[in-house]
Each structure stands twice: as C-alpha cells, then as structure tokens.
C-alpha cells in the first residue's frame, strides 16, 4: 500500500512498458495510429523519467534495450513510428554525469571533482567539490535536476554532434524516427 506522498515523488510505479505498447499495435493501428510518442524511456529512478541517470539506456523498468528491439521490429512492420522525449536540458542528480550520491564508479560525476570530465557540463556557482544542493544551477530550482550548460562542447557532442557516437544517433539507429524536446523553450537555438 502506497503512503500518502509516494505519488508526489514519481516513485508510484502502474506497471506500463514497452512490451505491454507492443501488445496493443494492433488495436492501436486499428483506430488510426500510424506514431507513437513516448515520455522519457531513458533510465532514470523515477516513474516519469524526466530526471535521466543514462542517456543511453532504456530504462529496465520499461523492459530495456531488449524490449524496444522488439517494439521498433513490430512498428517497423506495421509502418509505424515512433517518437521520443529528448530531456536534453537536464539530467538527474542521481545520473553517471552528475553523480551526488558517488554511485558510480568512474569516471567521476560532475558533483564529485572538479577534475571530473563531467564538471564543465554542468553550471557550478562555486568551486566545492563534492558539490551540495544549492552549488549548481537547477532546473525550476529542483535540486534533483542539474541543468546542462547547452553551450558546452562536449555537451552538444554527446546529445547531437560527435558523428557515430552521440545520443540523437544512437536512438536513431535504434528506432527513434523523431524527437519532442523537452523544455525545448530553455536550450539555446544556436
């Protein structure tokens, strides 16, 4: 039985996945769907996924990489497409970038060393490191969401520049035949 709040963090989780969509093509592509638009599929710890731990892995809540195999395999044979949520302007606090809870191995998170390959990512009002809430610009001021500098290199070469090796590509060549940008209003048009 679920508290009181466990809703009012994201954590209550109805059991939806990938599988359970590819399961319903049939009767969606009945009444006129020819696209599907999903939220967030990336792994992060919450229901909604807005707060990404991995840009480049299907969260295995959802069934992982293994079920949108099969649910691109089953579109793609309908004629069907699909389209992801690109939550490129922030990550989790919690994600392999970040790192403020030191789950990860290596290389450190943007949080945990200013040596960090990762510190330049992200916007830091100061130079503490391991960093605190408060030290980071954060989207909506929710510490939980650090926000991308989107004016940043390697930040725009590992969403969408490097060539065979960025995110865009990566999702591209696993199905994605398009993108719906979150808070796409707050990343640079440049």
Known sequence: QPGPFQNEYGTQFYGGDLKGIENRLDYL???GVDTLYLNPIFKARSNH???TDDFLEVDPALGGDAALVSL???MERRGMRLIL???FNHSSSDSVYFDLYHRYNAPDGGCE????PYRGWFNFFNANAPCSFGDYE????FGSLPVFKDDSG???DFFYRTPGANVTQHWYERGAAGWRFDVANEISHD
């Open 72 to 74: 691109k395999t089953e």
């Open 113 to 116: 060393s200013a040596a960090s």
């Open 29 to 31: 592509q009945s009444v």
């Open 138 to 141: 954060a989207w909506f001021g």
């Open 154 to 156: 390697p930040v725009r």
């Open 49 to 51: 996924r807005y707060d």
């Open 85 to 87: 949520d690109g939550v």
